[in-house]
Nanobody, 122 residues
Framework: QVQLVESGGGLVQAGGSLRLSCAAS????????MGWFRQAPGKEREFVAA???????YYKDPVKGRFTISRDNAKNTVYLQMNSLKPEDTAIYYC????????????????WGQGTQVTVSS
């Protein structure tokens, strides 16, 4: 089992920045990649970004150039630096881990955190 705990969400004005953290514990050696997803009210959970164990990164188009995913393997922590935030970025952000290849589908990620709320005001 892998446990994931997110932190760093909050309320920010449009154009501002936030950094989310996801601390992993347990059988972290079984995971191959970590990702961030988000879910806005009334919408499906969607892929935001992911990073492999070797450091390859992947982003959904709406966040490219604004968000940066990174990882500190020594701390078993993954980060999501979010800059130039927009009101449409408002959502609950979830950290996830997969034992397989990186995909955009939430169903392929076996482990999830509890989520952290990000609210961007206009």
């Amino acid at each position: 089992q892998v446990q994931l705990v997110e932190s760093g969400g909050g309320l920010v004005q449009a154009g501002g920045s936030l950094r989310l953290s996801c601390a992993a514990s347990g059988r972290t050696d079984s995971t191959r990649a970590m990702g961030w997803f988000r879910q806005a009210p009334g919408k499906e959970r969607e892929f935001v970004a992911a990073i492999s164990t070797s450091g390859n990164t992947y982003y959904k188009d709406p966040v490219k150039g604004r968000f940066t995913i990174s990882r500190d393997n020594a701390k078993n922590t993954v980060y999501l630096q979010m800059n130039s935030l927009k009101p449409e970025d408002t959502a609950i952000y979830y950290c996830a881990a997969t034992t397989g290849s990186i995909t955009w589908s939430p169903g392929t990620y076996a482990y999830w955190g509890q989520g952290t709320q990000v609210t961007v005001s206009s």
